[in-house]
């Protein structure tokens, strides 16, 4: 079994993602991303892409071929109820992508997927990724700010 704990921030106009996953026999990864928000969901976005990068991570690296059983965990409730929700996907074409692509990647590493979720801020793994993005975000931002300065 991996578990994978997901999170997502949102800070001055760019989301901050990632992942934490671990398990029996897997060497613990610590992934963070940031991007520009493709909507204006931004901290809902932001933990949505949170899980997709975090299967895409599992099938490009066939981490599935270690763990038939995947726990996503999570602290948004929508990561979970949003791949079943219909008129969620109707109002927002966002919604329908992120079940569309769950769907698919789920179908592309073939393993049991679960849910659990944790409490925000409240467990100590979930702590540890919401540093990392936290981390992340600045570090760029920061970037950012002194590159505007030079130009």
């Known amino acids: 079994m991996v578990k994978i704990f997901t999170d997502g921030s949102f800070k ?14 897997i060497q613990e990864q610590l992934v963070t991303k940031v991007s520009r928000p493709g909507t204006t969901l931004t901290n809902v976005e932001a933990e949505l892409r949170a899980v997709l990068s975090a299967l895409k991570y599992v099938r490009d690296t066939k981490l599935y071929e270690k763990a038939r059983v995947i726990v996503i965990c999570y602290d948004m ?8 929700n219909k008129s969620a996907h109707e109002r927002n074409g966002f919604f329908r ?7 698919k990647l789920t179908k592309a590493i073939n393993c049991k997927i679960s849910f659990e979720k944790v409490r925000g801020h409240e467990h100590t793994i979930h702590n540890k990724i919401d540093r990392a993005i936290r981390r992340k975000l600045n ?13």
């Open 12 to 25: 001055d106009g760019y989301v901050g993602y990632g992942f934490l996953i671990e398990g029996v026999g």
């Open 97 to 103: 992508v992120y079940a569309e692509e769950f769907e």
């Open 139 to 151: 570090m760029y931002l920061s970037r950012l700010r002194e590159d505007a300065v030079v130009s």
């Open 77 to 84: 409730d929508g990561v979970k109820k949003l791949l079943t």
